[in-house]
């Protein structure tokens, strides 16, 4: 399945890598763009959060950008980069002197393994696993920068090795160990969550920061309590808990810097650019590229417009919060003209997506209908990670789409403007939920971060949806068969989406996921594989100025 991804994507890829070493700046900005966030993903984790990350991404960037014309395949361009960072990562750790870091900089440092909680809003065994990776050493986190990234969908085993330096042989046998460690890890998150008396006495003088003679204390303790190593729940393997996980996004405000420093125009176009290129490097930018853009002093900013006033809060409502909301009747549909003996009416359109209860979480999904697949292309490549008001991602063709919710009401609470489909030509489909949970069930034990449900709670305050809108489940899959564009509209409520080129056998496998194997519930299959399937709410085939005011009803 990831060979195939991987195949998939490099198409996409080969054209615009190959404009880009032609000189073609549009080609840069989105090239930037488009890879920036893995390998801020593989710096971040590896070096889990310190501030030398975006010193190391920098320098990753720079170097991609720079040697770019003497990249042969365009296919090999992700192993190509992704050994970069890597050089990179390891460069500075042989640099680096351990006890130079002082108390300043590592509060000033930020904690990937947090980011990665809160940003994913991950929970249960997912919250983790990511929390796991404060325990490793630094080899173990640069191999766990690959693995989490190879599990995740994002790199294949042969791309691992190569950016490990190892054979594929021996890559099988440090990630065995890896796994062992992470499990390891994973038990010391467990059990300072809990409520071992012996173990305060034991942590009563740790200082929080996680380091391998704490390591070595707690899983001593782990290994000699019952209340410790009892796991009260089956413990899925991390590799499951890591499938299909989005990658954690950008920081708003992160700064890129792509100039060529003291590199003259007659340097840098010995490997492959032209001074052209380097002269737009140096120019304010006139393109925005997934919420960034190269501006002035070739400096690639992550930026977020400003938002409107947000709306008052109101008081948390049904469709905030873990009790569902009463089913409302749809509305009638439109009537129709009587069919002719020789044309069946076209009935595409014509039903209205209602508010629904949340089932039984223990109710396993019905089957879902297999529609054709064609193939679909994403003008945000097989990937679309939308953050910001006014970012939009336009799908085409014939097949699944997976699009992730991400609310962060400790960003900022709220109503949350829902996201709109626009300029629809062909037909789309509503066709099943999943991610183990909608986003308003209850979250742990009711307490992490101050969230209670994901959709918020009162430490931090709800996201609030209009009147009338379905409560969204983390994943929502949708059928596209044509084409149609997803815009962003926030305002108010923080939210962000991540857009995914799915397929059948996906989507089934998601939605099957259940309590027994980790999730709060499973998913729904809401496909009946005819015209009279769900159509989204929020759906237009006109293009208005304002995406924002499309209409709720999905009628077409």
Not at 135 to 160: I, K
Not at 236 to 257: D, K, N, Q
Not at 287 to 315: E, H, K, L
């Amino acid at each position: 399945m990831t060979q195939e991804r991987t195949i998939v994507e490099g198409r996409q890829w080969r054209s615009t890598i190959a404009a880009a070493q032609a000189g073609d700046r549009q080609a840069l900005d989105e090239l930037v763009a488009g890879w920036l966030p893995l390998v801020y993903n593989i710096v971040g984790r590896a070096l889990n959060g310190h501030a030398d990350v975006d010193d190391v991404v920098q320098e990753t960037m720079l170097r991609a950008v720079d040697n770019l014309g003497s990249l042969r395949d365009p296919d090999s361009f992700r192993s190509w980069l992704v050994a970069i960072a890597m050089r990179q990562i390891r460069d500075r750790a042989r640099r680096k002197q351990p006890d130079r870091l002082d108390e300043s900089a590592a509060h000033e440092a930020t904690d990937f393994a947090e980011l990665t909680v809160l940003r994913l809003q991950l929970e249960g065994q997912r919250r983790e696993v990511a929390e796991a990776v404060r325990w490793l050493d630094d080899e173990d986190r640069q191999l766990l920068s690959l693995w989490w990234l190879e599990v995740a969908g994002e790199l294949t085993r042969r791309e691992l090795a190569s950016a490990a330096g190892i054979s594929r042989q021996h890559a099988a046998v440090r990630v065995q160990r890896l796994k062992e460690r992470v499990e390891n890890a994973r038990g010391i998150v467990r059990a300072l969550d809990g409520a071992c008396p012996e173990l305060r006495e034991v942590t009563a003088r740790w200082n929080g920061r996680p380091d391998s003679v704490w390591r070595k204390r707690l899983a001593r303790h782990i290994r000699g309590c019952g209340y410790c190593g009892d796991a009260r729940q089956a413990v899925v393997p991390a590799e499951r808990l890591l499938v299909g996980i989005a990658l954690v996004p950008l920081p708003v405000g992160f700064t890129l810097s792509l100039a060529f420093g003291g590199k003259t125009a007659v340097a840098a176009t010995s490997v492959g650019w032209s001074a052209k290129v380097l002269g737009a490097l140096t120019k304010p930018a006139v393109a925005m590229t997934a919420g960034a853009s190269i501006v002035a002093g070739g400096a690639y900013v992550v930026t977020q417009p400003p938002a409107d006033p947000p709306p008052r809060a109101a008081a948390p409502t049904a469709a905030s919060t873990a009790r569902p909301p009463a089913p409302s009747a749809p509305a009638s549909p439109t009537a129709s003209p009587s069919p002719s003996p020789t044309r069946q009416p076209d009935l595409y359109g014509t039903v209205v997506d209602a508010v629904d209860q949340a089932p039984d979480p223990n109710t396993r999904p019905a089957a879902l209908p297999r529609r054709p697949e064609s193939g679909i292309t994403s003008t945000g490549g097989a990937r679309a990670v939308m953050q910001h008001r006014g970012e939009s991602v336009t799908l085409s063709g014939q097949g699944y789409v997976l699009v992730r919710w991400q609310i962060a009401p400790h960003d900022r609470p709220g109503g949350l403007t829902m996201p709109t489909w626009t300029g629809l030509k062909g037909k789309l489909f509503h066709v099943a939920s999943g991610g183990g949970r909608r986003m308003d069930d209850v979250i742990g034990n009711g307490s992490d971060r101050g969230y209670v449900t994901g959709m918020g709670g009162p430490d931090i305050g709800y996201t609030d949806l209009p009147d009338g809108t379905q409560q969204m489940w983390q994943n929502e899959f949708f059928y596209v068969d044509g084409t149609v564009t997803l815009n962003v509209n926030e305002r108010g409520a923080s939210y962000g989406l991540t857009v995914f080129l799915s397929s059948w056998d996906s989507v089934t496998e998601d939605i099957r996921k259940g309590p027994d194997q980790g999730a709060i519930r499973y998913g729904l299959v809401r496909d009946n594989g005819k015209d009279t399937a769900p159509v989204p709410q929020y759906v237009t085939r006109a293009t208005p100025a304002d995406p924002a005011t499309v209409a709720q009803r999905s009628r077409l």
